[in-house]
């Protein structure tokens, strides 16, 4: 599998977009999204909430169990994929497109993000 | 005995079809192939091959076969027929179960004992020192056997391409030695799916060739390999019992709601066996006063119950634990096994909810199974 370049990582698996007019995209890695199994179902921050970065703002479930979403920015949340709560399959099958998360107003990152070539190593050991 | 995973005769079978795999009872099993939904739809609507090697098979053979397993076991066994099969359950003293095994006799004096791989250790410890003064012997044949199973509706059709035995003739819960794909193989129509299907007995040397062929076979019916991860929701949909969930040392088949297992008369001897008087208390206790029962529950919400969550009443009482829980591939919500306070047990009772990391989600009180095939 291959993440794409473009985008940034954290350690708890979520990628984000460079941001425009300080907005980012956010999702789960394809890699999360393998080892979690069958999502099968998706909860989001609310439009309007803020999040803080390492601390979870949401929860995913799958066939065997249930884990965390952690922000990846502190921020404000300005959308969420009303097509991922409809149908979580979208995280499985379309992990950095159409099974992205929210999208959120970015007031302050970590300094951890990392690099495409950074995960994969991170995700290698 | 070293601390690595034990790999099965398919082990790399399975890696070369890029299984996900997970140590299982001390094995390295596929737990999914890629989508473990779409494996469960495969088994419900078509068919499934699984690699269930890691189960323990434990041979019994003597004169006195039937007599020492009649007294280790809850079950009537001198009464199962050769060919048949019978689910049944070891006990310790106090009735509380060691495991639940299924019991082939393939012979007037040989059977063959199926245990869970976590506990085949208990279960043959528990049989040889239960052999005392009996005229058998216990054998340990866990490495003896590869066991693949095929589940699902297609998989009469599917096994009837590589194999001359009488399966119509082969009713649920029968076994007979055949030749499947060129391979000796025990024939067992027998699961843990809820579907029609057969598991197949074979020597380990003989797996990676009967796996294929079975593949091949299936192909053009839809069969698909399938890992341990769809297999307990199959078992969990069909309200079958998983130890360390449902079943524990600490509950007794009555408590489990399968006090049909334990039967105080027996054909070989007068009713003695193992747990005999903890298990008549048990069954009198279940009679008049349950503590509680085992129940389905079923979600209005989407989120799912784990085992261990508490199952609570309307005023946030504790009335219960769920023992296994999982989103439903059939029914398309989250369902759930739990014990529950036997004033709550009854069908429709209002106001039940499941304890969801803090949230009390309602769930509906429903009779087990969640799904019984049509026949």
Known sequence: ?125 | MTDAPRRTALDATHRALGATMTDFAGWDMPLRYGSERDEHVAVRTRAGLFDLSHMGEITITGPQAAELLDYALVGNIGGVTTGRARYTMICNAEGGILDDLIVYRLADQEYMVVANASNAQVVLDALIERQAGFDAAVRDDRDGYALLAVQGPESPGILKRLTDADLDGLKYYAGLPGTVAGVDALIARTGYTGEDGFELFVRPADAVALWEALSEAGKDAGLVPCGLSCRDTLRLEAGMPLYGHELTTATTPFDAGLGRVVKFEKTTNDGDFVGRAALAEAAERAETEPPRKLVGLIASGRRVPRAGYQVVAADGTVIGEVTSGAPSPTLGKPIAIAYVDAAYATPGTEGVAVDIRGTHEPYEVVALPFYKRQK
Request: glycine share 8%.
């Open chain 1, 1 to 125: 599998m291959s993440n794409p370049q473009q985008l940034r990582y954290t350690e708890e698996h979520e990628w984000l977009t460079a941001a425009e007019d300080g907005v980012s995209t956010v999702g789960i890695t394809e890699h999360a999204a393998n080892a979690l199994g069958d999502v099968v179902f998706v909860q989001l921050p609310e439009v309007g909430a803020t999040i803080t970065a390492g601390e979870s703002c949401g929860e995913l479930e799958s066939t065997k169990s249930v884990s965390d979403l952690y922000a990846p920015v502190n921020g404000e949340i300005v959308e969420i994929n009303e097509d991922v709560l409809a149908d979580s399959s979208l995280v499985n099958s379309e992990p950095f497109e159409g099974g992205w998360l929210f999208k959120v107003k970015i007031s302050g990152e970590p300094n951890k993000l990392l690099s495409a070539d950074e995960y994969a190593a991170f995700i290698q050991v």
